[in-house]
């Protein structure tokens, strides 16, 4: 190809690239969640909006492009315009692998495929128009990869080379992954991963001391939005995670120090599990034909030499590497979002694979395989709509309404205790509350608390060690009290919260949540009105039947109520959840209650 052809041919696939990415973004822009999302989308949005510090690894990337991005975009809601940040990073992210598989030499028909496979994969929909993290990871992963396969097509002599070139390119790449672990830290998992492959492949370039030098400096560079931690604890923000302002705090957050012991398995047939779930999740995420396409274009692509598939693989083995390492029950086996780096290293073998397929074929039938994206997009628009999802801004202004004025409020459960800091702390809803995290308060002793004059509520039952002090249900929460008093004031118990039995189906955090609104009413009835009480407990465990905490809460409930069958039959699905233990609490088991049980029977 002469040069001015070529370069018409980048300026039109980076214009298509750009078309691309702009359709992309008014999808997801179209269905964005309007206010907070469940989960910890409430305490990134607050900690980006109050330049505070979330939980590990305290993400300081992602808070301080998304505090930026929310100041200079002031339509609707922070959490709508953080939202639509997550838009614009999935979009390109899309269009920057479009430009790989054109870079690795597909048609623009399979590119497309690639990126559009990608786009409305489930995972990857379910995280472009709400407010996390992994929509930019994959923006970064996206640019990673273009520049890794460009210096392995230029080392390889092909024509035309892309630029640059040499370690110029190894540098920079490893900035691009530097810089995207201070948004997750997947891309430290990728610049080893990419480190390792190009040592292998150059490794007389990538010993060059000059080459070393380069690589160093990118690290370091890469990784200055870390030293943001220190500096945000230093102006003690509402929300502060730890002690990132001391060398062994700043550890903790860095290397999540706190979660390894969260790590679901423990042997090598536990291994196999995840890798079969992992395999499994791929033909789920891009459809089963676009699972045998892609196994096609990692063959073609080995044979003609196409990509540099040891790359491209090690980057997924990569990732179901550190999620065996450190991933809990739900992380590995729920929540797939955390396999995004696979499913975008497959959806691009699936534009080879579509490729190879259709090379030889008739310029029309060259689009055929951009059906798949356009089923994936039929079948996905209707659940990641999120456009009316309001169920975590419902229950958390539900919750804050039966907070006394100048209440103190402690939460637990990502979904419960996030939002009620994005709706006190950015918001501004109900600002004369207080809100902890339970159990890291000190309670009142109970000869020096009035309950009346310093009202202390919960949105989950507390472990009290004082015996005259007692959590009393109370509509959604429990107010703190002391036993001997007449009892708090009644909130009035609806039968359904406006929106909730809406999107019951939505996700498994969504469940769960509307599961706890329904245990918790329950509970405020019990002792009033049981049969109400029963029908609420009944919709939690229908609504939310792959909650083990819950399971095991309402089944211990109705032992302590005289209801045997109930009670183990609620234990029994708690147990066929989580046998080796509550996810929230790994040494509370269910079997050891229902092993009681059976003894005292016996």
């Given amino acids: 190809m002469v040069p001015g052809v070529r370069g018409r041919a980048a300026r039109r696939d980076l214009g298509l690239a750009l078309a691309l990415a702009a359709a992309l973004f008014a999808v997801y822009a179209a269905g964005a969640a309007r206010t907070i999302a469940v989960g910890d989308s409430g305490e990134l949005v607050t900690a980006a909006w109050v330049f505070g510090v979330p939980h590990p690894t305290g993400y300081p990337l992602y808070i301080l492009l998304a505090k930026l991005w929310s100041t200079l975009l002031p339509v609707g809601s922070v959490a709508f315009r953080v939202s639509l940040f997550s838009a614009a990073c999935a979009a390109l992210a899309c269009a920057v692998l479009f430009l790989v598989c054109r870079r690795l030499g597909g048609g623009r028909a399979a590119a497309l495929t690639a ?37 392995w097509l230029r080392r390889r002599g092909a024509r035309p080379a892309p630029p640059p070139s040499g370690e110029g390119t190894i540098a920079l790449t490893v900035l691009v992954a530097a810089l995207g672990a201070g948004n997750h ?24 001391p000059r080459t070393l030098a380069l690589v160093a400096a990118a690290v370091v560079l890469g990784l200055l939005p870390y030293a943001w931690l220190p500096l945000a604890a230093q102006r003690q923000p509402p929300l502060l995670w730890g002690d990132p302002g ?60 196409q990509a540099p598939v040891l790359l491209l693989l090690a980057v997924m083995l990569a990732n179901l590497a550190s999620m065996m390492l450190h991933g809990s029950r739900s992380d590995l086996f729920v929540w797939h979002r955390y396999y995004i780096p696979s499913y975008l ?138 036993r001997g008093l007449p009892p708090p004031p009644a909130v009035p118990v609806v039968e ?81 959840i989580s046998p080796r233990g509550l996810e929230s609490a790994p040494a509370v088991r269910a079997a050891d209650l229902l092993a009681q049980l059976r003894a005292a029977a016996r």
């Fill in 345 to 482: 290293v497959a959806a691009l073998f699936v534009g080879l694979g579509a490729e190879a397929l259709t090379r030889r074929a008739p310029r029309l039938l060259r689009l055929l395989p951009l059906l798949l994206p356009a089923l994936l997009f039929a079948a996905g628009w209707a659940r990641f709509d999120r456009r009316d999802d309001r169920i975590a801004d419902t229950v958390a202004g539900a919750i804050l309404d039966q907070v006394p004025p100048g209440g103190v409020l402690l939460a637990a459960d990502d979904s419960v205790l996030y939002p009620l800091l994005y709706l006190t702390l950015v918001d501004g809803h109900r600002a004369d509350v207080r809100v902890g995290l339970l159990d890291s308060v000190a309670l009142p002793a109970a000869a020096d608390f009035d309950p009346q004059a310093t009202p202390v509520v919960f949105t989950h039952p507390p472990d009290l060690a004082d015996d005259a002090l007692v959590a009393v249900p109370v509509g959604l929460t429990f107010r703190l009290w002391k």
């Fill in 185 to 208: 830290t997947f891309m430290a998992v990728f610049g080893v991963t990419f480190g390792v492959w190009a040592l292998f492949q150059a490794p007389a370039l990538v010993l060059r």
């Fill in 246 to 305: 001391s060398l062994s705090g700043f550890l903790d957050i860095v290397l999540r120090r706190d979660f390894w012991d969260r790590a679901w398995v423990a042997s090598p047939a536990d291994a196999a599990t995840v890798a079969a779930d992992w395999a499994v999740s791929v033909g789920r995420e891009l459809t089963w034909v676009g699972a045998v396409m892609a196994l096609l274009g990692v063959c073609a692509a080995a044979r003609r030499r």
């Fill in 496 to 576: 359904e919260l406006p929106g909730v039995g809406a999107v019951a189906a939505r996700d498994a955090l969504t469940r769960h949540l509307i599961g706890h609104v329904h245990f918790t009413q329950g509970l405020a009835l019990a002792d009033s009105d049981w049969p109400r009480a029963r029908r609420h407990f009944d919709r939690a465990a229908a609504v939310a039947a792959d909650h083990d905490a819950l399971l095991f809460n309402l089944g211990v409930l109705y032992l302590r109520r005289g209801m045997m069958e109930e009670g183990i039959a609620a234990l029994e699905q708690a147990d066929r």
């Fill in 115 to 151: 990126a559009g496979c990608l786009a409305f994969a489930p995972s990857f929909w379910g995280e472009a128009n709400i407010q996390r993290v992994y929509a930019l990871n994959a923006l970064f992963l996206a640019m990673a990869l273009w520049l890794a396969c460009g210096w």
